[in-house]
């Protein structure tokens, strides 16, 4: 008979978990203070760089069996809120781009709601649910550049499977502030810029760059 693995401690119950969750947040933002890494940061007085490397749009609201729509529709304003995070930010040679230093925790005092998020192998509502798809579409144009992907998680399922997909599953990006980030590096003496737009269908992201690319 297969032995049946033991769960981790943290699933055996809510405190635990939630203590779990904290320690991890706490050794997070200890690596952020004390790496030496420098990471991207937002300027005010956001000047686009002068050249495109690679552009790319996702569609916003998919069809998901019986879930209800109206967690689509709020994605969307937890979208808009995190572009306004990163939106412009410059990575420059030698440094990081992390999507949840950027982000910050996303909270409804920071005017994030209930969308739609992945957890333990199932889609359900929760504060900041959705912003993924930024994630998502971050990874993709990273991984067509330059950039070093440097740190990623993937999905634990698909929830769209058959709802027109266009890119494959495994190029995903999962995100759980803090400690499930994407993080990319930049080792070339280019500096890259990231810069986004949510339309009324789609969410568009651009990759621009301060040289001509080299190829295309």
């Known amino acids: 008979m297969p032995r049946l693995l033991a769960k981790p ?30 990471y991207a940061q937002i300027n005010p007085t956001i000047v686009r760089l002068p050249y495109r490397y690679i552009k790319h749009t996702s569609k916003l609201i998919r069809k ?15 979208l808009k ?11 420059a040679p030698g440094e990081y781009f992390s999507f949840c230093r950027l982000l910050g925790r996303p909270t409804k005092k920071r005017g994030y709601v209930q969308g739609m998020e992945l957890s333990f192998g199932e889609a359900r509502s929760g504060i900041g649910g959705g ?3 930024l994630s998502n579409l971050i990874h993709w144009m990273a991984i067509h ?15 769209f499977p058959d709802e027109g997909r266009v890119l494959p599953f495994g190029s995903g990006a999962a995100i759980f502030y803090n400690y499930i980030d994407l993080v990319l590096y930049n ?4 500096s890259f810029q990231f810069m986004f737009c949510v339309t009324e269908h789609q969410l ?13």
């Not at 943290?10 to 890494?37: E, I, N, T």
């Not at 998901?64 to 937890?78: A, E, F, M, R, W």
């Open 81 to 91: 809120l995190a572009i306004q995070s990163m939106n412009g930010a410059l990575i």
């Open 187 to 190: 080792p070339t003496q280019m």
């Open 9 to 38: 401690l943290s699933l055996y119950h809510p405190l635990l978990y939630f203590l779990r969750v904290w320690q991890k947040r706490g050794f997070r933002h200890l690596a952020w203070r004390f790496s030496g890494r420098k």
């Open 64 to 78: 998901l069996g019986n879930t209800d729509l109206k967690l689509q529709h709020n994605k969307v304003i937890n």
């Open 145 to 159: 550049s330059p950039l070093v992907v440097v740190e990623r998680s993937n999905h634990s399922f698909d929830p």
């Open 204 to 216: 568009e992201g651009e990759l621009l760059c301060s040289e001509p690319p080299a190829y295309r």
């Open 131 to 133: 912003i993924c798809q």
